[in-house]
């Protein structure tokens, strides 16, 4: 009922779940803990695990880039690869010892990860080389990533300071450069960021309300609220 309710979905595994990504209405996937990935090929009524890459770490999230390339990335660096369409992953060279929290492409070619420390990564050509760079303090862990097209995008973290309201930040040049944006409320750790089109998009947080913009990230307010009461 396009997300007025939801009802508890049985998987069958006892490992905690992170991150879900759907490739058609059918055929998903999910990553979690012991770095585990899950398949679904009836829309979710049924799961079973695909891969486990390393029992001692976590898988935090899981995106495809195509029908055929998906990634998947976690704790202490740790990134996989699928070119199967998910029926196989395989371990890719670390790319640092920091936490990875979010994986994200804007096309086939340029994708970000997002990295404890103030950090992401950046690839320009599908995943074969990745570049570090510095888009926030290092108090600040980047969460999550999203584009509203190749040029604009947010990412939101979380941060070792309190009353922090800094911890949103905006690109306007594909990532080349993120500017902060000034919330009204204070909010210490942003979880994830979605668009549904090119005006309106949500962040959520863990100590904060859903927010809402409706005009592509100009400004932000919590959800629920009118706009002028902001």
Not at 25 to 50: H, M, P, R, V
Not at 118 to 130: A, D, E, P, Y
Not at 200 to 222: A, E, K, L, Q
Request: include cysteine; charge should be neutral.
């Amino acid at each position: 009922d396009a997300g007025n309710s939801f009802q508890p979905q049985v998987t069958g595994i006892s490992n905690s779940l992170n991150s879900l990504f759907f490739t058609t209405e059918l055929n998903g996937f999910a990553c979690g803990d012991k770095a585990q990935i899950i398949y679904t090929s009836n829309g979710g009524i049924n799961w079973s695990i695909k891969a486990q890459v390393l029992s001692n770490s976590s898988l935090r999230s899981i995106t495809f880039i195509n029908s055929i390339t998906g990634y998947s990335c976690g704790s202490k660096g740790l990134l996989v690869k699928t070119t199967n369409s998910g029926m196989n992953w395989s371990l890719l060279p670390q790319l640092t010892n920091l936490d990875l929290n979010s994986i994200c492409f804007i096309n086939e070619n340029k994708g970000f990860i997002c990295a404890d420390s103030g950090k992401i990564f950046v690839t320009s050509n599908g995943g074969i080389n990745w570049t570090a760079q510095n888009a926030g303090e290092s108090h600040q862990n980047v969460e999550c990533v999203e584009f509203v097209d190749s040029l604009k995008g947010f990412i939101g973290m979380s941060s070792l300071l309190s009353g922090s309201n800094t911890n949103l930040y905006k690109t306007t040049d594909g990532g080349a450069t993120w500017q902060n944006v000034f919330l009204t409320m204070v909010v210490i750790s942003f979880t994830d960021i979605k668009f549904t089109n090119n005006l309106t998009g949500y962040v959520c947080s863990d100590n904060g309300p859903v927010m809402i913009t409706t005009n592509s990230g100009n400004i932000w307010r919590p959800y629920g609220l009118p706009p002028t009461t902001v």
